[in-house]
Nanobody, 125 residues
Framework: QGQLEESGGGSVQPGGSLRLSCAALGYTLNHYAIGWFRQAPGKGRKAVSCITVGGSSSYYEDSVKGRFTISRDKATNLVYLQMNNVTPEDTAVYYC??????????????????WGKGTLVTVSS
């Protein structure tokens, strides 16, 4: 299994939107459930959202429900995290990871194996 790469981070004002992308370098993501995680300054890494291999089922952490959407495009081998109506509390380094499970499993650190290096999202006015 190879490396993951996140992109799409940057600075955005409160209420704005960003779309993060997760790509695999040298292999397909289509066989893996994918998780998005974030680590805010001075805090531990937490799960944000996960999506199954088929894309039919997903998990969202409570604070992002209704604002963030995870999706996958098998044609382009990408997984996205659409972030809408962001707040300063969404400021963090965002990571994507491949899960050890395919269709059902916990969306947590212990259930992921390969990780990207992260992309920084800063929400401020």
């Amino acid at each position: 299994q190879g490396q993951l790469e996140e992109s799409g981070g940057g600075s955005v004002q409160p209420g704005g939107s960003l779309r993060l992308s997760c790509a695999a370098l040298g292999y397909t993501l289509n066989h893996y459930a994918i998780g998005w995680f974030r680590q805010a300054p001075g805090k531990g890494r937490k799960a944000v959202s996960c999506i199954t291999v088929g894309g039919s089922s997903s998990y969202y952490e409570d604070s992002v429900k209704g604002r963030f959407t995870i999706s996958r495009d098998k044609a382009t081998n990408l997984v996205y995290l659409q972030m809408n109506n962001v707040t300063p509390e969404d400021t963090a380094v965002y990571y994507c990871a491949t899960a050890t499970w395919s269709d059902y499993g916990p969306c947590d650190d212990n259930s992921m194996d390969a990780w990207g290096k992260g992309t920084l999202v800063t929400v401020s006015s």
